[in-house]
T-cell receptor, first 113, second 113 residues
Framework: QKEVEQDPGPLSVPEGAIVSLNCTYSNSAFQYFMWYRQYSRKGPELLMYTYSSGNKEDGRFTAQVDKSSKYISLFIRDSQPSDSATYLC?????????????FGPGTSLSVIP | DADVTQTPRNRITKTGKRIMLECSQTKGHDRMYWYRQDPGLGLRLIYYSFDVKDINKGEISDGYSVSRQAQAKFSLSLESAIPNQTALYFCATTGTENTGELFFGEGSRLTVL
């Protein structure tokens, strides 16, 4: 079993839809949870960062963490064609030791105008 | 100019050849990383360096070596390339900010024939 599982998609939605992206993990030591967005032919960029359980909202994006279920989600409201990208979940047990960041394989999202 | 620059962006080589991928950054960060990205496997850490005198193996270091020539420069070498090293390689840096955000280069696509 991989430490971090993520449905690779591809996921295709119409413009304006609500998108739900999810990851599950097996290591209960993970406390820091991140979502990176990767456009084609580009490096990943940090989108959301959360610590422990709970929700965090930033504009059209909401990150949720349920540590009891070892499950994290990213919701995108009013999706736009510019949201078309691959979304990578990432997690770590410690804040600054990025040697232990584990990435999911990524979900490819297409938002159709 | 990009904060994290990788060269070359694309390279095709033959089995057994020595290859070097170079990374330079202008963010002033001490911590630098090399990741490999393969479809369905996510980003996996090859090597990382917390300062010029510090080099550490990641989860998939076999067949690779690195050199930290200066704070701003971190190169990855494949001493004798093999076809299963065909992948997209990313250099990243991070500072000591609260989020520990990773800043990625745009990637180097390597094909080993």
């Amino acid at each position: 079993q991989k430490e971090v599982e993520q449905d690779p998609g591809p996921l295709s939605v119409p413009e304006g839809a609500i998108v739900s992206l999810n990851c599950t993990y097996s290591n209960s030591a993970f406390q820091y949870f991140m979502w990176y967005r990767q456009y084609s032919r580009k490096g990943p960029e940090l989108l959301m960062y959360t610590y422990s359980s709970g929700n965090k909202e930033d504009g059209r994006f909401t990150a949720q963490v349920d540590k009891s279920s070892k499950y994290i989600s990213l919701f995108i409201r009013d999706s736009q064609p510019s949201d078309s990208a691959t979304y990578l979940c990432a997690m770590s047990a410690k804040k600054t030791s990025y040697d232990k960041v584990i990435f999911g394989p990524g979900t490819s999202l297409s938002v159709i105008p | 100019d990009a904060d994290v620059t990788q060269t070359p962006r694309n390279r095709i080589t033959k089995t057994g050849k020595r290859i070097m991928l170079e990374c330079s950054q202008t963010k002033g960060h001490d911590r630098m990383y090399w990741y490999r990205q393969d479809p369905g496997l996510g980003l996996r850490l090859i090597y990382y360096s917390f300062d010029v005198k510090d080099i550490n193996k990641g989860e998939i270091s076999d067949g690779y070596s690195v050199s930290r020539q200066a704070q701003a420069k971190f190169s990855l070498s494949l001493e004798s390339a093999i076809p299963n090293q065909t992948a997209l390689y990313f250099c990243a840096t991070t500072g000591t900010e609260n989020t520990g955000e990773l800043f990625f280069g745009e990637g180097s696509r390597l094909t080993v024939l």
